[in-house]
T-cell receptor
Framework: GALVYQYPRRTICKSGTSMRMECQAV??????VAWYRQSPQKTFELIAL?????????EQNFTQEKFPISHPNLSFSSMTVLNAYLEDRGLYLC????????????FGHGTKLSVL | QQKVQQSPESLIVPEGGMASLNCTSS?????YFWWYRQHSGKSPKMLM?????GEKEEGRFTVHLNKASLHTSLHIRDSQPSDSALYLC???????????FGTGTTVSVSP
């Protein structure tokens, strides 16, 4: 079956430092990977959509300078939160799908980011 | 960014009862709707998707879609305590963009 592993599951970083999270697709080819942030209030925000061999598309309020994403192959993607502050707290989820069309997303367990 | 609105925000349903959840998109380019369920501390898992007008049933779950009003609803009959979760509605364009999620409805099924 299709699985998405995401790590670390939890991380704590000091204000102003950066942290990287990774997403691994198993059992399928992750042509598209979408990164989301779920706030402590449970609101889901799309950060960016990354498709292999295409430019990464960031949503309004999210930038490559703050959330650089790497999607080097069909099984791996990573995202870094640079200069993390309190407002960056939340659960970061990667959702991957095999084609660049309307297929279901398979989600990883998420990386819970706490900022001190 | 919040172009997908869900209601109610939370819902308490007696065990065996019916839960009805609503979702509307304000983006007229949306073609596809998805319902995901997220249990506490877990990642979202897709429940059902619907692309055409009408109704779709899978077990105790039924979704309706009205494309003209961009409104979808999810109905859970014979609700079980294991149905207690955050239910997320998502919408996407035909062009294959990422899903935009709604605000979610927290369902609590009381035994």
């Amino acid at each position: 079956g299709a699985l998405v592993y995401q790590y670390p599951r939890r991380t704590i970083c000091k204000s102003g430092t950066s942290m990287r999270m990774e997403c691994q697709a198993v059992g399928f080819q992750a042509t598209s990977v979408a990164w989301y942030r779920q706030s402590p209030q449970k609101t889901f925000e799309l950060i960016a959509l990354s498709t292999v061999n295409s430019a990464i598309k960031y949503e309004q309020n999210f930038t490559q300078e703050k959330f650089p994403i790497s999607h080097p192959n069909l099984s791996f993607s990573s995202m870094t939160v640079l200069n993390a502050y309190l407002e960056d707290r939340g659960l970061y989820l990667c959702g991957a799908r095999e084609t660049d069309s309307n297929e279901r997303l398979f989600f990883g367990h998420g990386t819970k980011l706490s900022v001190l | 960014q919040q172009k997908v609105q869900q209601s109610p925000e939370s819902l308490i349903v007696p065990e065996g009862g019916m839960a009805s959840l609503n979702c509307t998109s304000s983006d007229r380019n949306v073609d596809y709707f998805w319902w995901y369920r997220q249990h506490s501390g877990k990642s979202p898992k897709m429940l059902m998707s619907i692309f055409s007008n009408g109704e779709k049933e899978e077990g105790r779950f039924t979704v309706h879609l009205n494309k003209a009003s961009l409104h979808t609803s999810l109905h859970i009959r014979d609700s079980q305590p294991s149905d207690s979760a955050l239910y997320l509605c998502a919408a996407s364009h035909q062009g294959g963009r990422a899903l935009i999620f709604g605000t979610g409805t927290t369902v609590s099924v009381s035994p």
